[in-house]
């Protein structure tokens, strides 16, 4: 039936939205109260904006927010990102900031790596078992939302377009030196 197709796109389009089903990783957000700052280390995961917005409410002197992840949801991470940007908070990386992460930093307005920090470039992967048609459609939107994401924080076009370009198997890294080569507005911390 017709009506059936219909409701199995928009189931589709919920997950798109909502961003796909994984086991549930584990993350820790830990205080740092003589750096007014929060740390959180761990997947993005469902339910992380919300949880790290909480902790931001529960430390209202937080000035910056220091990540170390390997990605997670791509939702999330723009959710948190919007409420670093309203609540005047800087995110930092420090060590490894990948995939979804790298999202969440460059999506964020105040932006502070540490010297041995680096973002994890690549391509979005939908693990949910969509028709294959669907899970491309999906991914190109997310890959499209990625570059534009990248671009409006001062990423050059060819850096911008490398993340769309990396398989999702892989990762393509850039640290601090190559930001600034590429004249990308951060601080060093």
């Not at 205080?31 to 700052?37: R, T």
């Not at 992967?125 to 924080?153: G, H, I, Q």
């Amino acid at each position: 039936m017709a009506w059936q197709g219909l409701w199995g796109l928009g189931f589709a389009c919920v997950l798109a939205i909502a961003g796909p089903a994984r086991a549930a990783e584990s993350f820790e957000i830990t205080p740092v109260p003589q750096a007014h700052a929060l740390r959180v280390t761990g997947s993005i995961e469902p339910g992380f904006a919300q949880q790290v917005q909480a902790a931001l409410v529960a430390h209202p002197d937080t000035q910056v927010l220091i990540v170390r992840s390997r990605g997670g949801l791509l939702h999330e991470a723009r959710l948190l990102a919007a409420v670093l940007n309203a609540r005047g908070v800087a995110i930092r990386a420090d060590g490894r900031c990948a995939s979804a992460c790298a999202v969440l930093w460059a999506a964020t307005d105040a932006r502070e790596l540490t010297a041995d920090a680096r973002l994890g470039l690549h391509r979005s992967k939908w693990s949910v078992p969509l028709p294959r048609v669907l899970r491309a459609m999906v991914e190109r939107r997310n890959d499209r939302a990625n570059v534009r994401t990248f671009l409006d924080a001062g990423f050059p076009p060819a850096l911008a377009l490398q993340a769309a370009r990396t398989p999702s198997s892989s990762m393509y890294w850039v640290d601090a030196r190559d930001l600034q080569r590429e004249r990308v507005a951060f601080a060093v911390e």
